[in-house]
């Protein structure tokens, strides 16, 4: 039987029990599971207790929000096998992932089943290894129908999307600006920015598109 090291970055106790029970062998595959509660735990894990083929990351930690953790954790390890672990399927979300290079999405709420083939598949690559031109798995990525909404998205600028992504995980002007490190007269703008570019009067309205 194959061995594979996962590191699995979570801040409930309970979640991260439940998934080194439950998938402590896949088919063929004996998995040893690594542990960290926040993103710079993650990354000093990895930095140190190599080789770790796969790295299953909660979106929102205390030591960071959304997609923040997966572009900085690609930014340090360039050569990790990345898979966003999130209770939220959406299709914003979810394309930002992929855009960002994680190597898959992974739902908390999924099936059980559903839950094994995604990790199985995530393992079955060549093992501590991701390249930096390889495509991720199509098959290990929700499916959505294309849509005007998300056809502008696609046109705003990298500082707005990051924004944006802040903004759908729940975080206020004042929040955003301590993160980013703008004034919050700079994070307004931007807001109000992405309400016009994307035709919604409100932030609650904005929230709603992506749920």
Partial sequence: MSQRRVLLVDDHELIRCGVRSLYAEIDNLRIEWLEAVTLLDALEVYARQPPIDAVLLDLNLSDCKGLQGLRRFVECHPGARVAVFSGTADEFVVRQARALGAAAYVHKGALMEDMRRALQALLQAR????????????????????????????????????????????????????????????????????????????????????R
């Fill in 127 to 210: 093992p501590g290894k991701r390249e930096a031109n390889m495509s991720p798995n199509a098959a290990l990525f929700p499916r959505f129908a294309a849509s005007a909404l998300m056809d502008r998205v696609s046109e705003l600028g990298p500082r707005h999307l990051e924004i944006l992504e802040l903004v759908l995980s729940g975080c206020a002007n004042q929040e955003i600006s301590q993160c980013m490190s703008l004034s919050l007269g700079t994070v307004k703008n931007y807001v109000s920015a992405l309400l016009l570019a994307l035709d919604v009067k409100s932030r609650s309205h904005l929230i709603s598109l992506f």
